[in-house]
């Protein structure tokens, strides 16, 4: 499974930006199977910031939770990230996952830089 993620980029405190995140195959086959997004900030261990599973349910870090909202088009086998209300603390480079028959797939990061 090959993962291509896009949409980073600069913004200023109080904007928005997707991140979109295409995998090379159906990922959504089976329970447990899933596709996300991780981040790491310089300095910071890199940690799971929105997930969505097979049956429709998500999940997202607290940090993020009425800002940020992961979505699916499973007939393009896409995942977004949906980013809004940006905060400088949200600056740094985003990898889309994927979890498939349990083996863990990573796309290259997309840089988000968010600053005034």
């Known amino acids: 499974v090959q993962l291509q993620a896009s949409g980073g980029g600069l913004v200023q405190p109080g904007g928005s930006l997707r991140l979109s995140c295409v995998a090379s195959?159906?990922?959504?086959?089976?329970?447990?199977?899933?596709m996300g997004w991780f981040r790491q900030a310089p300095g910071k261990q890199r940690e799971l910031v929105a997930r969505?599973?097979?049956?429709?349910?998500?999940y997202s870090v607290d940090s993020v939770k009425g800002r940020f909202t992961i979505s699916r088009d499973s007939s393009k086998n896409m995942v977004y990230l949906q980013m809004n209300s940006l905060k400088p603390e949200d600056t740094a480079v985003y990898y889309c996952?994927?979890?498939?028959?349990?083996?863990?797939?990573w796309g290259q990061g997309t840089q988000v830089t968010v600053s005034s």
């Open positions: 969505i599973f097979t049956g429709g349910s998500t």
């Open positions: 195959r159906s990922i959504f086959s089976r329970s447990g199977d899933a």
């Open positions: 996952h994927a979890v498939f028959i349990g083996t863990s797939y």
